[in-house]
């Protein structure tokens, strides 16, 4: 959404909380089969060069990332067709205390519009699983049926607190389907621990990476 009101001019320049909700590259957890973070030092002021420089290695759905269509939607969106105002946007933060895939019935009646971002905090975060460099399979993921209903409000972005959206081994990815197919992008390793629910401004622009079905970013709520 673009803001244009003297509202939302206020609400993006007076900030009275700000939190960083991405997970730290170096100690995030790896989804099984991905590659893993690797910082290598090519030179250091350590080691008595005259300059640091590192190179990274690491896969695209690293951290706190953001998946487009064209991650499983063959012809899909990437990266590059979206403008960078698609990734300034109102969000929502809800709180859910199911154990399993979230279901509709455990989401609070929240006050999202056409066009905003629900991220959706579970006991992933109070479990601190994105702080875990051990990958989980006992995470909370999203419910097929939950995934339908963001849709049918026309969401612009789900996000939600472990690096899938979709149960562990479910390679069908109903969730991702539901949600990309459609156009409401994902964002999966979000870190929400500290994070009171409520309204914010979510920043989380990715990097700019031409035909790219993903992209790790620096995700921030304030409000």
Not at 129 to 154: D, G, I, N, P
Not at 179 to 205: K, M
Request: hydrophobic fraction near 40%; charged fraction near 25%; glycine fraction near 4%.
């Amino acid at each position: 959404m673009s803001f244009t009101s003297k509202t939302d001019l206020d609400c993006v320049w007076n900030f009275h909380e700000v939190y960083d909700i991405t997970a730290h590259l170096n100690r995030a957890p790896d989804y099984p089969g991905d590659r893993k973070f690797h910082q290598d030092w090519m030179a250091s002021l350590e080691d008595a060069d005259d300059y640091s420089l590192s190179a990274l290695s690491l896969s695209s759905h690293a951290g706190t990332h953001l998946d487009f269509p064209a991650h499983v939607k063959k012809g899909g969106k990437s990266q590059d067709s979206y403008s960078s105002d698609r990734f300034l946007i109102s969000a929502e933060v809800v709180s859910v205390s199911d154990d399993g895939p979230v279901q509709p019935s455990s989401l609070p009646d929240c006050r999202n519009r056409i066009g905003e971002a629900l991220l959706v905090k579970t006991s992933n975060s109070q479990k601190r699983l994105m702080h875990q460099a051990a990958f989980s399979k006992e995470y909370v993921s999203l419910s097929l049926q939950a995934a339908r209903l963001f849709v049918a409000r026309r969401l612009a972005l789900v996000g939600i607190d472990y690096i899938s959206v979709d149960r562990f081994e479910d390679d069908s990815l109903p969730v991702h389907h539901m949600l990309l197919d459609n156009d409401v992008i994902i964002l999966e390793g979000l870190d929400l621990a500290s994070v009171p629910p409520g309204r914010y401004l979510l920043t989380c622009l990715p990097l700019r990476i031409d035909d790219a079905e993903a992209s790790p970013v620096r995700a921030v709520l304030a409000r």
